[in-house]
């Protein structure tokens, strides 16, 4: 089955009424700010049936994507997170932290469980919920898919959710492995947010051990 284009939230998407009041008063402030849903992050010419990999985060940074309009662009969280997949096989170039910077994604997408910045970076569960049909979206937009890779606790939930599976069957635990019925691989990891790394909660090796079990698990087919 071919892959087609998972749909993005509108540029002025009010679905969710906080953060768009968010959004407009940013956009008064910082008028250069992209300010706006951020769109996944993908390969320029996908496979016929899309990326095998979906990396699933919170939310956009303010001074992150919020900024620039990528995910994981603009912030710490980036700086780990595209060194891994470089490493890994699943991006290649050099992370700028700039859209601009010519890096791509391989065999890799990266999308957020909430497109629009929230406000002290903490979605309410409604938002969360509201956002979901963009995530869900994703799913039925990878018929490769054979894994995904959950930042942080919010991130895991809303997949779970978005696969119609019961929370406590698939309790979130870094490093966890989650075989979904009829569905791929559901990887979970700390959120590589500047604050997990510098209290020691993610370390640079815990997260690279995320990504080579991924590799692992698609490479075996």
Known sequence: MPAVEAVQPAQDCALCPRLAAFRADNQ??????????????????????????????????????????RPFTGDYAGDLLYATLVAFGFAEGTYRADPNDGLRLLNCRIT?????VPPKNAPTPAEVNTCRRFLTGEFDALPDLKAIVALGGVA?????????L???????????????????????????????????????????????DVRRLIDAG
């Open 166 to 212: 019961r929370q406590a069957a698939f309790p979130f635990g870094h490093g966890a492995l989650h075989r979904l019925p009829h569905g791929p691989v559901l990887a979970d990891s700390y959120h590589c947010s500047r604050y997990n790394t510098n209290t020691g909660r993610l370390t640079t090796e815990m997260f690279r051990a995320v990504f080579a």
């Open 28 to 69: 008064d402030q910082h008028p250069d700010f992209f300010n706006a849903p951020v769109p996944s992050f993908h390969e320029a010419e996908p496979a016929s049936g899309g990326a095998q990999l979906l990396i699933v985060g919170l939310a956009p940074g303010l001074r992150g994507a919020n900024r620039t309009g």
């Open 156 to 164: 895991h939930r809303s997949v779970i959710a978005g696969y119609g």
């Open 112 to 116: 957020n469980a909430v497109r629009c």
